[in-house]
């Protein structure tokens, strides 16, 4: 298993295979992923059962969770608790997160997979 990661490998990964989430890690206790929205993009995500962490590695976007609304920019770190309304929207330029929780159940992977 690897241990170390490269964002720019991982881009060009989740590049390859088509997709706006990567998945490059999981073990019992987390996922971590790679989810990338373009500019002008729509974020379909519903509300999960795991707590999520997502720090900004470029772009620029707004994002809602709950009745809060803030700009995420490079360096940006959000949390998002489990079950809360949430999305990023008026994304300026295109948007590339890093992603970590709990891992999700199929049902949930399905559905983050088919995001495209």
Same mark, same amino acid.
């Given at each position: 298993?690897?241990?170390?990661?490269?964002?720019?490998?991982? &881009?060009?990964?989740?590049? =390859?295979?088509?997709?706006?989430?990567?998945?490059?890690?999981?073990?019992?206790?987390?996922?971590?992923?790679?989810?990338?929205?373009?500019?002008?993009?729509?974020?379909?995500?519903?509300?999960?059962?795991?707590?999520?962490?997502?720090?900004?590695?470029?772009?620029?976007?707004?994002?809602?969770?709950?009745?809060?609304?803030?700009?995420?920019?490079?360096? &940006?770190?959000?949390?998002?608790?489990?079950?809360? =309304?949430?999305?990023?929207?008026?994304?300026?330029?295109?948007?590339?997160?890093?992603? &970590?929780?709990?891992?999700?159940?199929? &049902?949930?992977?399905?559905?983050?997979?088919?995001?495209?």
């Amino acid at each position: 298993m690897p241990h170390f990661f490269h964002i720019d490998e991982l &881009s060009r990964q989740r590049g =390859e295979n088509g997709k706006l989430y990567l998945e490059f890690l999981r073990v019992p206790a987390m996922s971590a992923g790679v989810y990338v929205l373009p500019k002008g993009g729509t974020d379909l995500q519903k509300p999960h059962r795991e707590d999520e962490v997502y720090y900004v590695v470029r772009g620029r976007a707004r994002m809602q969770i709950g009745p809060d609304h803030a700009e995420v920019r490079p360096g &940006s770190v959000i949390f998002v608790e489990a079950e809360a =309304e949430h999305r990023f929207y008026d994304v300026q330029e295109e948007l590339e997160l890093l992603f &970590s929780s709990r891992p999700l159940n199929r &049902s949930q992977r399905l559905r983050t997979e088919n995001r495209d």
